[in-house]
Nanobody, 123 residues
């Protein structure tokens, strides 16, 4: 099993920045990809960004150019630097880990999930 623990959420004003972090423990050697999803009440979990292998990254169109994902494979951690935050970025953000290398924008590709951290952006 793999355990994921997130940190770094909070309440900020529009235009501000936040950094989310996630640390994996347990059988982390299984992990190929680590990513972030977000969810608001009544909606499905939405893909935000993912990093796999050593240098590959992919972002949703809604965050491209504003968010940056980074991963430290030696420490089994992943971070999400969120800049120029907008009220529509408000959500619970989840860290996720997968042993797959395809379809990584789909939540179904991820077997392991963190507990979620709230990000609230006020206008």
């Amino acid at each position: 099993q793999v355990q994921l623990v997130e940190s770094g959420g909070g309440l900020v004003q529009a235009g501000a920045s936040l950094r989310l972090s996630c640390a994996a423990s347990g059988r982390a050697f299984r992990i190929n990809a680590m990513g972030w999803f977000r969810q608001t009440p009544g909606k499905e979990r939405e893909f935000v960004a993912t990093a796999w292998g050593f240098v590959n990254t992919h972002y949703s169109d809604s965050v491209k150019g504003r968010f940056a994902i980074s991963r430290d494979n030696t420490k089994n951690t992943v971070s999400l630097q969120m800049n120029s935050l907008k009220p529509e970025d408000t959500a619970v953000y989840y860290c996720a880990a997968s042993d797959r290398s395809t379809a990584l924008a789909s939540a179904t590709a991820y077997a392991y999930w963190g507990q979620g951290t709230q990000v609230t952006v006020s206008s």
